[in-house]
């Protein structure tokens, strides 16, 4: 039982250390794969109302055009200043809404090129993307994100259906995987769900929608002209993503100077700050979870020179028989070292136990009759095993029991026979 009790602050620490390193490893990688999804080598440049312009509007019936963001010509200049990039997409958005029968939602549609699939890691899951071909013939075809085939055909399957954009009706050719962005940090970085996107030919909403949308709500009228939405300037590698990041800020900056109307998201930086933050985090519990393994140690360490005071009479017996100092430090430490590697081989199979379960409980925390409440049904909390916490963990734990109990058995070598013997 002392021996159980002694073990558990390794125990402890151990499983600590690598349920602690499990969590951190598994919300860093799940903040990287969204940031990720974004594309390492892109450089998104995005139009973005105005202050300004956001705030006019107000009052009754009233009618305004706003008109900010990139242009052609920003367009025109981006691609002059990149030769080297691997792509420069353009999008646009268009419509008010996007219509089927009596469902309608509000317009996530835009015009955009055939590149656009590989600039932003789009996977298609039924049908094809957008071809040169339809880019050409300024075809009246459309690609659905996942989330609004769902909404606009629950039952049905969209290919081959049509569906509209205000007045102008599209063939849906092909639909998307899911993006995995809906509610985590990629849908706050690009601003909207894109698993609700819709994409056209870009030719095409040119002649059918122009520049100018307008939406009308509450009695009042709101038009918006914007030549380009957003682009995607995809850099040749990520060593050069961040000069090419200044580069682009520069020339925009050129015909926008405030940048008031203009954003630019560059996931390769936020890739970069994620996994800083994640390295830190992990630092700040793996130390939280060694003082575990240090309150441990001197736990063992308490336990064997106990230990040694109580065995003060086999101690001398066995000097007496002709064990060298040599040999009693060699047998508290062996002590100490097989209740300390035990105590982290039970630490490594608790840590491994809690990570796991941790992964597959927190989902279903909601359904707690007390705690529930506390819990959303999307809540998760991912976590990843890694080889070098469970390695790190079970050496650190061996080691503290060895270094904890050197001085407890030099102690124990120490003791002069004769006196040892008398000990009652």
Not at 174 to 195: C, K, Y
Not at 334 to 341: D, P
Not at 346 to 354: D, E, F, K, N, P
Request: hydrophobic share 45%.
């Amino acid at each position: 039982m002392r021996s159980v009790l002694t073990a558990l602050g390794i125990i402890l620490g151990v499983a600590a250390v690598i349920t602690n390193a499990a969590i951190g490893e598994g919300s860093k990688r799940a903040a990287l794969e969204q940031i990720e999804r974004l594309g390492a080598t892109n450089i998104i440049i995005r139009s973005s109302k105005p202050p300004e312009s956001a705030g006019q509007g107000g009052g009754q019936r009233r009618s305004f055009v706003s008109r900010y963001g990139l242009t052609r010509l920003d367009l025109q200049v981006l691609r002059e200043e990149f030769p080297t990039a691997e792509a420069l997409v353009p999008l646009k958005s268009i419509g008010s809404q996007i219509l089927k029968d009596d469902l309608r939602r509000t317009s996530q549609a835009f015009g955009t090129t055939p590149e656009l699939q590989e600039a932003a890691k789009l996977q298609v899951a039924r049908g094809r993307y957008l071809t040169q071909s339809d880019m050409d013939d300024r075809a009246t075809v459309a690609v659905l994100g996942a989330e609004i085939a769902k909404a606009m055909f629950p039952f049905e399957v969209p290919l081959g259906q049509t569906v509209r954009i205000d007045t102008k009706p599209f063939v849906i050719v092909g639909l998307l995987q899911p993006v995995g962005l809906s509610g985590g940090a990629g849908s706050a970085l690009v601003g909207r769900d894109l698993n609700f996107d819709m994409h056209i030919p870009l030719t095409s909403s040119e002649e059918l929608f122009g520049d100018t949308v307008t939406r009308s709500s509450s009695g009042s009228m709101q038009s918006e002209s914007v030549q380009v939405s957003e682009i995607y300037l995809v850099a040749p590698n990520r060593e050069s993503v961040l000069q090419f990041a200044a580069l682009a800020e520069r020339v925009v900056k050129v015909r926008h100077p405030e940048m008031n109307d203009v954003t630019m998201v560059v996931p390769y930086e936020l890739l970069k700050s994620a996994e800083r933050t994640a390295l830190t985090w992990k630092l700040v519990l793996t130390a939280i979870a060694g003082i575990s393994l240090l309150v441990g140690g001197i736990g063992i360490m308490n336990i064997m020179l106990a230990s040694v005071t109580e065995r003060t009479r086999e101690i001398g017996i066995r000097r007496a028989l002709g064990a060298t100092r040599k040999h009693i430090v060699w047998q508290f430490l062996v002590e100490t070292g097989v209740l300390s590697s035990a105590g982290g081989l039970v630490g490594v199979a608790l840590g491994i136990s809690l990570s796991l379960g941790i992964g597959a409980l927190v989902p279903l925390m909601h359904k707690l009759p007390l705690v529930g409440g506390f819990f959303e049904r999307n809540a998760e909390l991912p976590t990843r095993l890694t080889e070098s916490s469970i390695i790190i963990a079970f050496t650190v734990a061996a080691a503290t029991g060895i270094i904890f109990g050197l001085y407890p058995a030099i102690m124990a070598a120490k003791k002069d026979p004769i006196s040892a013997l008398r000990h009652d």
